[in-house]
């Protein structure tokens, strides 16, 4: 199993001193480059076929949506009051929160426009998928990562999927990815919309709390809204390589490191 290390520039604040192994048959292992080993990091020493595949190498999502996503994760978890080590466990799960999707055709995750509702019966599977996938293992950093894969689709208000859960029986873990998840998607370009501008994704955002998101968290949310801007800036310009010889020249080749880790 070859040693991957992710490139300096496109690793988040808690995976810098890291190296990885490529994802294979047996095993995912994060090996401390150096002396930097800490809790999170022991827990990704498992077993388990298949962890390392992701959603996002099956969707038309570029490999940074995952590290963005997360880092903005991260942000609002410590502006809630998580505890630095649980803290860093969640933006570490968070970007696997789509796994299930290596389930759903690429028709449907491909597809430019909007799904009809017998695409959207299909497409509402993938949590459920994610989980199935992410619980065959009992590490606590696979537990959390397999809740949020079952429930970053649900909605404060209750009219979220795949089973409808509401306020604070939704876990909080999944209602931080909800927003983060939310929000970089707006800002993307998928092939049934162009991105929206920061201005139009935080006023979407804002519409939506108290139905789709928690007015508490939201509180946070915007209370780091400067550091959610720097960070899609730092990613943003991650992104603006557009040959994939030339990211792989710069950075290394942050694909394999991606989709083979996450």
């Not at 959603?55 to 998580?82: E, F, L, P, Q």
């Not at 209602?175 to 370009?189: E, G, H, N, S």
């Amino acid at each position: 199993m070859a040693l991957i290390t992710a490139p300096p520039e496109l690793k988040t604040n808690i995976v810098d001193e890291y190296m990885f192994t490529e994802a294979g048959g047996s095993a995912v292992k994060i090996i401390p480059f150096e002396n930097k080993v800490n809790n999170v990091v022991r827990q990704f020493e498992v077993t388990d076929t298949g962890i390392g595949l992701a959603g996002h190498c099956n969707d038309t999502d570029t490999s940074v949506h995952s590290w963005r996503m997360a880092a903005y994760v991260g942000a609002i978890a410590r502006c809630v009051g998580w505890e630095v080590e649980q803290a860093e466990m969640l933006e570490l799960a968070a970007p696997m929160h789509d796994t299930g999707k290596i389930g759903i055709p690429d028709a449907l995750l491909k597809k430019p426009a909007s799904l009809d509702a017998e695409e959207w019966k299909i497409m509402k599977i993938h949590p459920v998928l994610g989980h199935r996938i992410l619980s065959k293992n009992d590490a606590p950093i696979f537990k959390m990562a397999a809740d949020i894969a079952l429930y970053h689709h649900e909605k404060w208000d209750g009219s979220g999927y795949p089973e409808g859960l509401a306020g604070s029986d939704i876990p909080q873990s999944a209602r931080i990815v909800a927003i983060a998840d939310v929000f970089d998607a707006l800002t993307l370009r998928r092939p049934y919309k162009e991105p929206w501008s920061e201005e139009s994704a935080f006023a979407e955002i804002r519409n939506c709390v108290g139905s789709h998101f928690d007015p508490e968290l939201m509180v946070c949310f915007f209370d780091v809204q400067e550091e959610i801007q720097e960070l899609k800036a730092k990613w943003d310009e991650k992104e603006k390589f557009e040959n994939k010889d030339q990211v792989n020249r710069v950075y290394g080749p942050v694909e394999s490191v991606v989709c083979n880790y996450w």
